[in-house]
């Protein structure tokens, strides 16, 4: 009995002592968060997506994967979250961006979506160099919930129009695209009021803009019938 008893003593303050151990080495510093690498942030900092995740110089074991994902998440632009610890002591926060597309305009402030019309986020101005899409219907919108337009085929007219600006590389000159009517879509660039007409030969079109552009900021740009006669009309204002 006296032996059973010094051998299950003799375990435990074998278990004591490796506890002890094993607790002295998770304490050391090489588990502490000591050095954190953000990757592909664009919109944000490193240093709003760390103070976000709430990750400085945490211990390994204190830190919670689910919460500081839940934390960037819910930053607008934020799209999905990866995070990965490499031992010792480095933390690396993976970031996929939701990008900004277009602006519609809502009680006196500027809603941003992005392609798939998802809004990212309202403000009372624009901070992103995009168009403003005009005559789409929508009565409410909800940040992080694709914006409920009545009028889905002018969205989609939209977009086309958008993909051919990017494609010459002009989303930046073209302040609003006005697609209330489709048979007579309207690009305004600068003071130049231009009269597009339908999305037929849209990429004619635009190359017609461009060097117009280049000499007149201001007038009525009229390029509605160039689809079927080649025709450009042009009331310059100066």
């Known amino acids: 009995m006296k032996k059973e008893q010094q051998k299950k003593k003799r375990k435990l303050y074998i278990g004591i002592i490796i506890g002890l151990i094993l607790l002295l080495f998770f304490m050391m510093p090489i588990f502490y968060i000591n050095e954190i690498q953000v990757k592909n942030n664009h919109f944000y900092t490193a240093e709003d997506i760390i103070q976000t995740a709430g990750v400085q110089k945490k211990h390994f074991f204190d830190l919670s994967f689910n919460e500081a994902k839940k934390q960037l998440l819910e930053l607008p632009y934020i799209k999905e979250v990866k995070l990965n610890y490499i031992f010792p002591g480095k933390l690396e926060i993976d970031v996929v961006e939701k990008s900004p597309f277009a602006y519609v305009e809502f009680s006196g402030n500027y809603i941003c979506l992005n392609e798939n019309a998802q809004v990212i986020e309202q403000s009372p101005k624009m901070y992103h160099e995009l168009p403003i899409i005009q ?90 019938t160039f689809a079927k006669r080649g025709e450009a009309f042009l009331n310059p204002i100066t």
């Open 135 to 224: 005559g789409l219907k929508f009565e409410s919108f909800k940040i992080g919930e694709v914006l409920p337009i009545q009028n889905n085929e002018e969205w989609l007219c939209a977009t086309e129009v958008i993909r051919y600006l990017e494609k010459h590389q002009y989303i930046k000159e073209v302040s609003k695209i006005d697609v209330y009517n489709l048979e007579e879509i309207h690009l305004y660039v600068d003071k130049l009021n231009v009269i597009m007409g339908d999305i037929s030969d849209f990429d004619k079109k635009i190359e017609v803009l461009i060097k117009v552009h280049a000499e007149y900021n201001m007038g009525i740009l009229d390029l509605s």
